[in-house]
């Protein structure tokens, strides 16, 4: 599912990216408010969804070679954060949804969570 997919099918705004979304297959996302569990157990090239915005989620996300974040409960990161993720050429996008509800979609949508799918590889 492309990043351009999850933003239609979770009401996603685009924060900055917008010209690769169509571009970014994304077929595994994690979910986390907590960066050390992101380190340790999401997949290189997933979507991370969080509630989180500081600038530690895009360095996160370089760490980990993920290529979008989607943000939920409409929480919106501040400019610098935005800033170096566009640098980074990381996309961010952002729902009302809460987690849950966003999860559940895109779970429903055919996303695999992190660790079943690298558990079948």
């Known amino acids: 599912m492309t990043l351009e997919d999850i933003a239609n099918v979770v009401n996603a705004k685009i924060l900055c990216g917008e010209e690769k979304l ?3 297959n994304l077929p595994r996302a994690y ?3 907590l960066m050390s569990d992101v380190l340790a ?6 979507l991370l969804i969080t509630g989180l915005t500081n600038i530690q989620i895009v360095r996160t996300a370089q760490m980990l070679d993920i290529p979008g974040v989607l943000f939920v409960r409409g929480k919106t990161p ?5 800033s170096l993720a566009n640098e980074s050429g990381i996309s961010l996008i952002v729902t009302n949804m809460s987690m849950f509800q966003a999860c559940g979609i895109l779970y429903k949508e055919g996303i695999k969570p992190c660790l ?3 558990m079948e590889e």
Request: aromatic share 0%; with cysteine; proline share 5%.
């Open 116 to 118: 079943l799918a690298d």
């Open 31 to 33: 979910a986390c408010d």
């Open 22 to 24: 169509a571009e970014i």
């Open 41 to 46: 157990l999401c997949s290189p090239g997933a």
């Open 78 to 82: 501040m400019r610098d954060t935005i």
